[in-house]
């Protein structure tokens, strides 16, 4: 075993947190407030080859895996510019294109990604959250084309992608009565493509959106992997997706601490530092176990995908990472602002605008309830509610 | 064309300093990284090997405990490879001895252009340039903001107050380089994974040909006689504008004699 992060490991985040310092969380939070994006650093940091560090060295990419990418995704959040859109473009698409597309897709598609353009993913619907079974959005097959017919919901950067890749129902498996899953590459300015933003209270570039699919013709060769099998290529993406939803999480949560503890050591009101309090310093240093504890998970589950572990228990790390994850940054954001009394609310001290973020990484990518049930199932052997 | 670049790896500025009580010396202990002043050379150098069209980036650098992590860094940006010349014989040199050093061990590289910064982050004499340019016997440009090579002569923009004055010198030579000298890019993931095989060459003071006698604590002419903490900076003087602010600001400006 090996518990200390390699040379290599260290090297790649100080480049990387070299590099979006430069940027830094007034950056974010100008162009998050202005409507406007992040382009600049995403695209350094593409041009860089940090976005495709897990990509195949073969189609561009670093020749990494999704440890490397886990380091970049959250060196970037703990710098304070928390970027959703690598868990979606460079986790989950890539992964699942590297996997399951055929030579052509490969090379159509993931020399751009590796490069930095974007590719978004739309699975979730508004009668299918959680449940991907009931995935009513569905792909007909029409000679060369395939028809694409219904409506997805809360798809983010939609507005500043390239592609999406759209999970769709192709068929029902007669014994289940589930939906059988297919997954197509979708150019975001497809004819018959409708979207309309969500207005949300997060404070990021990314913006949310529904989509309504009136018939979009999607060539036969856009369809990635085999018709009906997408259910189970999606969840090789969704591993990747927890574990660097998980890292921003912790990202948020280094990111916070840091600014805490600079605050506790300098602000002075009744003649000593208020980190001298242990009020003060105790909520810090509970705040930073928590986070060291799910940053260590996070670089398990990082290692047995890497290192094709078993589904279950490489599934299991990532669910257990994303949860300790989001919780371990919702504690060390609530933790900092706290210790900054009224300022934690000032703008100016850029912590309170990350909350709606942080919060949401309880939610998504996978729900604090969901991760609970395949805990409580999938490890403890206890029955199913659903 | 080969570049030889030197390079100092320093404790983590980002990370509070200590200096050991009874040698007056800053500990080297704990996280060590490739200066940043010394970043610009390395990028400079691939530079001019890649434009010259062949040659490599070669860094030398003296450090104890064999450190070279800051040497995987510039190695990962892109250098070829290095010289580390780390010797417990060497703890406690002073410039001269170092720039001793350093000099021996170029001279094993075959250098065309020798590369340095202008200054160390931890350290800050500046003086090693200059002498390892003496001790090679090598021409010496300081404070490049510009650097080309024509054939067998160096072509430089020499930053001064005033602007800067254009200096050529014929190869081989040592130029130190400011900051402003070129943008150093970050070390690519595939350069990362690249510096892992690329070789750092290490050597001990009798290698070079040198007597320990000369250099360290027994070879140093320098002393440090005292350290003092830096005086806090004074609080600034706050200016109500009572209708004469800017009159008073002139005034102040005047009395600094900067206008």
């Known amino acids: ?280 310093s105790h909520p810090l240093a509970t705040a930073k176990i928590e986070l060291e504890l799910a940053r260590l998970m996070t670089t398990k589950a990082a290692w047995l995908h890497d290192h094709d572990a078993d589904r279950n228990v490489a599934g299991e790390a990532a669910n257990m990472a994303k949860y300790a994850a989001a919780e371990a940054g919702l504690h060390c954001l609530d933790a900092a602002i706290q210790t900054h009394g009224g300022n934690g609310m000032a703008s100016e001290y850029g912590l309170a605008d990350l909350w709606g973020l942080a919060r949401l990484l309880r939610i998504a990518p996978v729900s604090r309830e969901m991760v609970l049930n395949f805990v409580a199932q999938q490890t403890l052997g206890l029955p199913k509610s659903y | 064309m080969n570049v030889v670049v030197c390079v100092k790896q320093i404790p983590d500025p980002a990370t509070p300093g200590e200096l050991d009580a009874s040698t007056k010396t800053l500990r080297r202990s704990g996280s060590i990284i490739l200066d940043d002043s010394d970043a610009y050379g390395v990028e400079m150098g691939l530079q001019l090997a890649d434009k010259a069209g062949g040659g490599e980036v070669i860094l030398v650098s003296m450090a104890p405990n064999n450190e070279n992590k800051g040497l995987r860094t510039a190695l990962a940006m892109g250098a070829a490879k290095a010289l580390l010349i780390s010797d417990e014989a060497l703890a406690g040199s002073d410039a001269l001895s170092t720039a001793k050093v350093l000099a021996k061990a170029i001279e094993r590289a075959d250098a065309d252009l020798i590369l340095t910064a202008t200054e160390s982050t931890d350290g800050y004499t500046g003086t090693i340039p200059a002498q390892v340019a003496e001790l090679l016997g090598l021409p010496m440009v300081t404070f490049a903001k510009h650097i080309e090579v024509d054939g067998d002569r160096v072509k430089v923009q020499r930053q001064t107050e005033a602007g800067y004055d254009e200096v050529e010198s014929p190869l081989p030579a040592v130029v130190s380089v400011t900051a402003g000298v070129v943008e150093p890019r970050y070390p690519s993931f595939k350069g990362i994974m690249a510096a892992k095989g690329k070789p750092v060459d290490e050597l001990k003071v009798a290698d070079l040909g040198l007597d320990a006698g000369q250099v360290g604590w027994a070879g140093a002419r320098q002393e440090i006689a005292d350290v003092s903490a830096a005086e806090e900076r004074k609080a600034g003087e706050i200016v109500e504008d009572e209708g004469d602010g800017a009159e008073r600001i002139v005034a102040f400006l005047e009395q600094l004699k900067v206008i």
């Open chain 1, 1 to 280: 075993m090996e518990f200390s992060e390699s040379a290599e490991h260290q090297m790649l985040r100080r480049a990387v947190g070299d590099l979006t310092a430069k940027y830094g969380h007034e950056y974010f939070l100008e162009r998050a407030r202005s409507g406007g994006k992040t382009t600049e650093l995403w695209n350094e940091l593409g041009r860089n080859g940090f976005l495709g560090v897990g990509l195949p060295e073969e189609y561009g990419g670093g020749g990494g895996g999704i440890s490397e990418l886990a380091v970049v995704c959250e060196e970037v959040a703990a710098q304070g510019c928390p970027l959703l859109l690598i868990l979606v473009s460079a986790a989950i698409c890539a992964e699942v294109i590297t996997r399951f597309g055929n030579e052509d897709q490969k090379r159509a598609w993931l020399p751009g990604l590796a490069r930095g353009d974007k590719m978004v993913f739309a699975i979730t619907e508004p009668d299918a959250g959680s449940n991907s079974h009931k995935v009513a959005t569905t792909a007909t097959r029409d000679g060369d084309v395939y028809r694409l017919r219904g409506t997805k919901t809360y798809i983010s950067g939609v507005d500043e992608a390239d592609r999406m890749l759209v999970v769709t129902r192709t068929g029902v498996d007669e014994i289940t009565g589930h939906a059988q899953l297919s997954l197509f590459v979708v150019d975001t300015d497809a004819p018959r493509l409708e979207r309309t933003l969500i207005p949300t209270e997060i404070t990021a570039p990314e913006r949310q959106f529904q989509l309504f699919f009136e018939d979009v013709e999607v060539p036969a060769d856009r369809l990635v992997g085999e018709e009906g099998a997408g259910l189970r290529q999606v969840f090789f993406g969704l591993n990747p997706e927890r574990i660097t939803g998980a890292c921003i999480s912790t990202g948020i949560g280094r990111y916070a601490l840091a600014k805490a503890a600079a605050y506790a050591r300098e602000r002075s009101v009744w003649g000593v530092p208020i980190g001298t309090h242990q009020g003060v």
